[in-house]
């Protein structure tokens, strides 16, 4: 098949039967599927799971792919029947509304199995997807969750920061989502009780950076625990903070000088 190479629908690949999909995709020793640029409708679905099921993958990677809901409903079918197994699931750049997400959370809820999960969707995250996700981070044993939807307003995501107080399985959290002062301090508490997470990311408005990372460090510090925090849309641009490593700001500043508060 020929891959497209830009944005048009017309130009994503649509399998027709399992050996459609290119071989390219498929890293053995990774026992990982890397999808990129397919169109998910139900039987391009249908003939992925036969599949992945004929080589037992643990990983599926669907990078710049149109995954709607009619094809993440059918997906999660398979994940309900016990017939997909992963540890691994990572859907970018989908199309993916309410319906789908929650049907698709409904069959994550209680695997087990399923250590790391990231989602990203042009549309909004609602209350009712929140309270899935909240279930998910109560009942699943994921170590990683990235979550990136369309919401500007990050207090949509306080139910998520409340859950994570209790949580004694996620080590990396990510929030694609600008996180406000009222935010920044429900973070700051639900990390004062949970000392499971390492790693944290999010986009913290700019004025507010330096005073959070000021309180972070206290709380690091007091609980004798280290915690990788990025704050701004680059990901590589993070902060060693607490033991065994304390810095103070003047030495953070110093190491990181690409970061401008």
Do not use: H
């Not at 050996?19 to 390219?24: H, I, L, M, R, T």
């Not at 809820?109 to 969707?121: M, T």
């Not at 997470?197 to 507010?208: A, C, H, M, T, V």
């Amino acid at each position: 098949m020929n891959r497209g190479i830009n944005n048009n629908d017309d130009d994503l690949e649509i399998a027709l039967t399992p050996e459609d999909f290119d071989e390219d995709c498929y890293y053995k020793d990774d026992n990982r599927y890397n999808l990129t640029r397919y169109n998910f409708t139900v039987e391009t679905v249908n003939n992925f799971v036969e599949l992945i099921k004929s080589k037992n993958i643990e990983e599926i990677i669907f990078d710049n792919c149109l995954v709607e809901d009619e094809g993440i409903i059918a997906f999660s079918n398979f994940i309900n029947r016990g017939e997909i197994s992963l540890l691994r699931l990572s859907i970018d750049s989908s199309q993916i509304t309410d319906k789908g997400l929650r049907y698709l959370l409904e069959s994550i809820e209680n695997d087990k199995k399923l250590k790391v999960f990231v989602i990203y969707s042009e549309y909004p995250a609602t209350t009712k997807v929140i309270e899935n996700f909240v279930r998910v981070i109560k009942n699943n044993a994921l170590t990683e969750l990235d979550i990136s939807l369309n919401n500007s307003d990050d207090s949509i995501y306080f139910p998520i920061f409340e859950a994570l107080k209790i949580n004694k399985t996620l080590k990396e959290m990510y929030i694609g989502c600008t996180i406000t002062e009222t935010g920044s301090k429900k973070i700051l508490s639900m990390l004062k009780e949970n000392l499971t997470l390492e790693r944290i990311g999010f986009e913290i408005d700019k004025p507010l950076r330096k005073g959070f990372l000021e309180k972070l460090l206290k709380i690091c510090s007091q609980k004798e625990r280290t915690i990788i925090a990025s704050i701004t849309k680059k990901k590589r641009d993070y902060y060693v903070i607490g033991k065994p490593m304390i810095l103070n700001m003047d030495e953070i500043e110093l190491l990181f000088p690409k970061i401008n508060f």
